[in-house]
């Protein structure tokens, strides 16, 4: 059964400390998408990569936010320095070579920055 | 630019009635169309896509959707609602080459 996982399922830290999140696309996904989720604003696109090159980080803050994928298995999401409005919990997607965009999310990652 | 609009954020219903949850697109071009359930603490599910041919798509859980062009809306149907179907549901679009567009959402509460 092929799913998106992400680690950790949950993050507690301090405000200052960097966090890595981590996805794992579905086997054979060329596109990875980011979302993050607050009870203020929903689901907010960070960023997108398709066969492994960003193609639209717009929605990230750059100064803190970045987005990388070492190789076609491994999705990184890293935050440096957190601060506590980066609270959320931060979704990945992956999609397939299929035109119609169809995404499957990954459970998520809880983040809590004090 | 592709654009959703859900109508109501939060909908309540009776174990047994009928479940409608509205959504309305914008899109200069023929737009793929979506809606995702999101069961607490978990992740995006798909529930139904539109993508081209029939108008009513049938999808999991006894849910289904018709793609109204003339009235630029894909609406959310389930004949009789059940407990389990209490979840927060995101309508999204779509076109080749884009990222989908998510609505706010839409909480679907499940009254006994």
């Known amino acids: 059964d092929a799913r998106v996982t992400q680690t950790p399922r949950d993050k507690v830290t301090e405000m200052g400390q960097e966090v890595t999140m981590r996805c794992q696309p579905i086997?054979?996904?060329?596109?990875v998408f980011w979302y993050r989720q607050t009870m203020m604003q929903g689901l907010e696109l960070l960023a997108y990569f398709r066969n492994r090159a960003p193609l639209d980080d717009s929605g990230m803050p750059k100064d803190r936010f970045s987005a990388e994928m070492p190789d076609a298995t491994l999705a990184t999401l890293k935050i440096q320095p957190s601060e506590p409005r980066d609270s959320a919990v931060y979704f990945c997607?992956?999609?397939?070579?299929?035109?119609?965009?169809?995404?499957?999310f990954g459970p998520g990652t809880r983040l809590t920055v004090l | 630019a592709q654009s959703v609009t859900q109508l109501g954020s939060h909908v309540s219903v009776s174990e047994g009635a009928l479940v409608l949850l509205r959504c309305n697109y914008s899109?200069?071009?023929?737009?793929?169309l979506f809606w995702y359930v999101q069961y607490p603490n978990q992740g995006l599910q798909l529930l139904l896509k539109?993508?081209?041919?029939?108008?009513l798509v049938k999808g999991i859980n006894g849910f289904e959707a018709e793609f109204k062009k003339s009235e630029t809306s894909f609406h959310l149907t389930k004949p009789s609602a059940h407990m389990s179907d209490a979840a927060e549901y995101f309508c999204?679009?779509?076109?080749?080459?884009?990222?989908?567009?998510f609505g706010k959402g839409t909480t679907l509460s499940v009254s006994s």
């Open positions: 899109s200069s071009v023929p737009p793929y």
């Open positions: 086997l054979g996904h060329n596109t």
């Open positions: 539109y993508t081209t041919g029939a108008t």
């Open positions: 997607a992956s999609g397939g070579q299929s035109s119609y965009n169809e995404q499957f």
């Open positions: 999204a679009v779509s076109v080749p080459g884009t990222a989908l567009i």
